[in-house]
């Protein structure tokens, strides 16, 4: 089974371009995240999709950050403009929804590393 | 609120000598906890969960992880290192199954 695929794994850009990140989550995971890891830190929760809505994005900086899920599949993170503090690696994850309360376990791709120069 | 420490930034051992790597959490609910970790350039893979079942937790390649509720603590260990455990390892606390808190990470280094 392959897992959650990201692209691309390297982004370099210079600050005010815009870009954008895409995720392909593990077929049949209904439940899509997106993570900022910055560099020393663990990854913080940047939003969460149920399907194709937005069920959480409370941590989303809204002035320059977007995401969609359409067709509740892949999603596309968005930056515009990027500033030089958003040098991170981004991080998808994707989980089933077994049930309001159960744990189901996040499984994470390998990150879109951005170098803002 | 909910918060996570983990005490080393880097552990550095033997190959063949025991592993641990420290955690203390904070949270207002019984939580529940996880190690996952992280080698370099691929995604974080899950090592091993407590979702108040047995206080002692084995996971994956030989970890395993005791909760200590009196001590709120969450110490990952393994009896034998070896060289491919080396990378980086994050403690996560959560409450809620949909939002997970990582700490900031404890990088194993092993030498042969």
């Known amino acids: 089974e392959a897992g959650v695929v990201q692209s691309p794994r390297y982004k370099i850009i210079e600050k005010k371009q815009p870009v954008a990140f895409w995720c392909n989550p593990i077929?049949?995971?209904?439940?899509l995240y997106w993570y900022l890891q910055n560099l020393g830190q663990g990854p913080e929760l940047l939003i969460r999709?149920?399907?194709?809505?937005?069920?959480?994005d409370s941590q989303l900086p809204k002035d320059r950050f977007s995401a969609e899920r359409l067709k509740g599949v892949d999603s596309t993170l968005k930056i515009q403009p990027a500033e030089l503090g958003d040098s991170a690696v981004y991080l998808c994850?994707?989980?089933?929804?077994?049930?309001?309360?159960?744990?189901?376990?996040?499984?994470f791709g390998p990150g879109t590393r951005l170098t803002v120069l | 609120a909910q918060s996570v420490t983990q005490l080393d930034s880097h552990v550095s051992v033997s190959e063949g000598t025991p592993v641990l790597l420290r955690c203390n959490y904070s949270?207002?609910?019984?939580?529940?906890l996880f190690w996952y970790v992280q080698h370099p350039n691929k995604g974080l893979q899950l090592l091993l969960k407590?979702?108040?079942?047995?206080?002692l937790v084995k996971g994956i390649n030989g970890f395993e992880a005791e909760f200590k509720k009196s001590e709120t603590s969450f110490h990952l260990t393994k009896p034998s290192a070896h060289m491919s455990d080396a990378a980086e390892y994050f403690c996560?606390?959560?409450?809620?199954?949909?939002?997970?808190?990582f700490g900031t990470g404890t990088r194993l280094q092993v030498f042969p």
């Open positions: 994850a994707s989980s089933t929804r077994a049930g309001v309360s159960s744990y189901n376990e996040q499984f």
């Open positions: 077929s049949g995971h209904n439940t």
């Open positions: 999709y149920e399907n194709e809505e937005a069920v959480d």
């Open positions: 949270s207002s609910y019984s939580p529940s």
């Open positions: 407590y979702t108040s079942a047995a206080t």
């Open positions: 996560v606390v959560s409450d809620d199954p949909d939002k997970l808190i």
